[in-house]
């Protein structure tokens, strides 16, 4: 089974509620359809049931099983804003959100998510993905324990044999050009928790850089140094280690000869941590192009609860597939937080 | 007090209280994004709390290309001089 396949799979039946503000755009209005047709989370769309109805015959698409969320509605947006401004984790005012919410559905569906009356905001058809981040992080806040909205991907390698088949991890390609030592410790453990949510596996971490357990001596290979001992004192139940060039991370034959301490990580990584933006975004490119992998994301993280930002560009099909990994992550979420 | 330091005032007060400093260290040249590192999610506190004294909308996105205090002050006094 592919991580699609095992995806939709475990987002069957979820029961998970998930919030479409850019509802009047048929791309969402079909992957909405799609999504409640499949069972894969309970849709809700945000914003003048009027538009929504109206956009929904303009491109055929039937309505029935699906909420709307009327965010003309004033007093319930008041109400809502009272409950939000009640939450412990609030970083706005009644006032500020308020005023949001009302003059944009994205952050009315941010609001409902921060009560609790939605469990995922996915939006990034009409909004840039710095607004999705800014308004989740505005809106829902911050992780406990993270410091920086990250992203993180996942290859499919045809032909490569690492320790998950031709599956690997990595992070951060989208969001932090140039991160600090701390913002690195932050994606990395992101990273971990979210892989683990999405795909079940036991997090192997590598921070990479151009040098291996001390081969190098540079303020670069510092940064990423100093990264992996922060990600080891704060979560000291994962498994993150450097500093590692890729091969070191993934071939146990290369580890071997390079890596020097005892190391659960080098060689067997199912996570790759990207010391900055270029490194991520050229690393990304290479696999995609030179090694016709899929890479499935960059799907964001750090969020209190689920935010998903997807491609403008996105086709019905992909926004469904990235549905389905919120969905599966916003489920694991509840049940982490249930124990 | 004209707007534009009751607003520069605002700023100052919000960051020193999440960066724990003494107020009178924060003037109008105060480079908040190098020299005091005060992140997205921080940004969000100073404007809720412009927002909240003058009942306005302030777009967070287009304070992101602004670093001191007086810059975003002078954004934030044109924003409501409309």
Redesign the interface.
């Known amino acids: 089974m592919d991580v699609l396949e095992s995806v939709f799979a475990r987002a069957e039946g979820s029961g998970i509620r998930v919030c479409f503000p850019e509802a009047t755009e048929e791309k969402i209005l079909l992957a909405s359809r799609e999504v409640t047709d499949k069972h894969y989370a309970v849709v809700s769309l945000a914003g003048d049931p009027a538009a929504i109805k109206a956009a929904a015959a303009q491109y055929n698409v039937d309505l029935t099983g699906i909420d709307i969320i009327d965010t003309t509605d004033e007093e319930a947006l008041e109400k809502a804003a009272e409950l939000y401004a009640g939450t412990t984790t609030t970083?706005?005012?009644k006032?500020?959100v308020l005023?949001?919410a009302k003059?944009d559905p994205m952050y009315a569906g941010l609001m409902y998510q921060a009560i609790g009356d939605v469990d995922v905001c996915f939006a990034g058809l009409t909004h840039t993905t710095?607004?999705v981040i800014?308004g989740g992080?505005?809106v829902i806040?911050?992780a406990d324990g993270v410091?920086?909205v990250s992203s993180v991907g996942i290859f499919n390698i045809p032909g490569y044999e690492g320790s998950e088949g031709q599956l690997l991890a990595f992070g951060d390609s989208a969001v932090n050009t140039n991160p600090s030592d701390e913002d690195l410790a932050s994606i990395a453990i992101s990273c971990c928790d979210t892989i683990r949510a999405l795909l079940g596996w036991e997090p192997r971490c590598a921070m990479l850089s151009f040098s291996t357990d001390g081969s190098m001596e540079h303020s670069m290979v510092d940064k990423v140094r100093s990264a992996t001992k922060i990600a080891n004192e704060l979560r000291p139940d994962l498994l993150i280690d450097g500093e590692f060039q890729f091969d070191s991370a993934v071939s146990p034959r290369v580890a071997a000869k390079k890596v020097r301490h005892d190391s659960k990580v080098a060689g067997r990584a199912n996570i790759v941590i990207w010391p900055d933006l270029n490194a991520g975004n050229i690393g990304v490119k290479l696999v995609q192009y030179l090694a016709r992998a899929d890479a499935y994301g960059p799907m964001l993280q750090g969020f209190r609860k689920i935010v998903c930002d997807c491609s403008r560009g996105a086709p019905v099909s992909e926004l469904v597939g990235n549905v389905a990994m919120s969905v599966v992550r916003a489920k694991e979420l509840k049940t982490l937080k249930e124990e | 007090m004209d707007l534009y330091n009751e607003i520069v005032d605002i700023i100052r007060n919000k960051v020193a209280d999440i960066r724990h400093v003494d107020v009178e260290t924060l003037d109008e040249n105060s480079n908040l994004k190098y020299d005091y590192q005060i992140?997205?999610?921080e940004m969000?506190?100073v404007?809720?709390a412009l927002?909240?004294e003058y009942?306005a909308?302030i777009d967070?996105?287009k304070l992101?290309k602004f670093d001191t205090i007086g810059e975003i002050a002078k954004f934030v006094q044109e924003l409501l001089e409309g």
């Open positions: 970083m706005l005012s006032k500020a005023r949001r003059a710095g607004e800014l992080q505005m806040g911050l410091s920086v | 992140k997205s999610t969000v506190v404007i809720s927002e909240d009942d909308y967070l996105m992101n």
